[in-house]
C-alpha cells in the first residue's frame, strides 16, 4: 500500500463518518458535511499532482492503461464538486447523506487507481 492510498482511506472514512453523523444530527446540510467534502477534494488534487510528478518523474510506467487512470483522476476531481452542487440545491437532511457517498466512491476510485498503476490488488 502507498502513502498515498493510506491517507486516501482516512480521509474518505472520516468524510463518510461525518456526514453520516450530520444525516442523524440535522435537517440541512452540515457545515461538517461540506468541510469534509472539500476535505477530500483537497486530497483528489494533491493526488493528482502526486501522480502527475510521479508519471512524468521517476515511476513513468503504468501497468495499465494511461487514459482510464487519469480518467478515474479527472472523474474523481468532478465528483464533490458535483455532489457540492446538488447538496446547495436540495437543502434537506439528505443532503448530508449523498455527501458521506462521496468518501465511498471515492475511496473505490483511489484503490482502482492504485491498482491500475500498480498492476495488482494492494
Not at 508519471?55 to 495499465?64: D, K, N, P, V, Y
Request: neutral net charge; hydrophobic residues 60%; contains cysteine.
Amino acid at each position: 500500500m502507498t502513502l498515498m492510498f493510506i491517507i486516501g482511506t482516512v480521509v474518505c472514512a472520516a468524510s463518510t463518518l461525518i456526514c453520516w453523523v450530520m444525516t442523524a444530527l440535522r435537517r440541512h446540510p452540515a457545515d461538517s458535511s461540506i468541510i469534509s467534502l472539500a476535505a477530500v477534494e483537497l486530497f483528489l488534487v494533491a493526488y493528482g499532482i502526486y501522480a502527475a510528478v510521479r508519471q512524468l518523474g521517476f515511476e513513468a510506467t503504468i501497468t495499465g492503461e494511461g487514459w482510464e487512470f487519469w480518467g478515474y483522476v479527472f472523474t474523481a476531481l468532478l465528483l464533490p464538486v458535483g455532489v457540492f452542487v446538488w447538496a446547495m440545491i436540495d437543502k434537506t437532511r439528505w443532503s448530508n447523506l449523498v455527501m458521506s457517498f462521496v468518501g465511498l466512491v471515492v475511496f473505490v476510485m483511489v484503490y482502482r487507481m492504485e491498482v491500475i498503476w500498480w498492476g495488482s490488488a494492494l
